[in-house]
């Protein structure tokens, strides 16, 4: 009874510590978090070849099934007087920075969002401009960090980050 009573005693104990570090191993990031630092770097400005095209109001979305994040934004752009405002989504690569410790979206790439039929003529006035900007202005779109685990104080180890996991409401990396 007493070597059964132990067993017990140590599966128990096994157990609990298999799972105080496997919630060590991982730390999740709310998409209110992701927003907060996100709106932190909004709105940004580019000027290329005579062109402005400013960038602002990012919203998240986080695709479970693809394993990705989008930022969709408002974009307005200017040339020679005229502007259109274009909504638009940014997509890039989801990185972790060991050694700043910020998950990062970079190489980004530009896309117009599905047009709607009020947008309809304002894309037909403005294609050749809103061309341009994507063959031009997104080579020159800045990383956006999306969290800096240092503002949140959390001990990761750098050197042991396995990966990401993307959930609906939150974003975990695996270390």
């Known amino acids: 009874m007493r070597i059964t009573f132990t067993g017990i005693a140590i599966l128990v104990s096994l157990s609990c510590s298999a799972f105080a ?35 602002e109001d990012p919203k998240i979305v986080l695709d479970v099934l693809e394993q990705n994040i989008e930022i969709e934004v408002s974009m307005f752009a200017q040339s020679q007087g005229a502007w259109v405002k274009v909504p638009c989504k940014l997509t890039g690569h989801l990185t972790f920075d060991p050694i700043d410790k910020h998950l990062i979206l970079d190489n980004l790439l530009f896309d117009k969002l599905k047009e709607t ?28 960090t999306l969290v800096d685990f240092n503002l949140l104080n959390t001990p990761l180890t750098p050197e042991a980050t396995k990966g990401l996991l993307i959930q609906p409401r939150h974003v975990q990396l695996i270390f």
């Open 117 to 144: 039929d009020d947008d309809k003529s304002l894309f037909a006035e403005s294609s050749q401009l809103i061309t341009f900007i994507q063959q031009t202005i997104v080579n020159h779109l800045p990383d956006l």
């Open 21 to 55: 570090v496997e919630q060590h191993n991982k730390h999740r990031v709310s998409v209110r978090q992701i927003s907060h630092q996100l709106n932190q770097q909004f709105p940004f400005t580019l000027d290329f070849n005579g062109i402005k095209a400013a960038f």
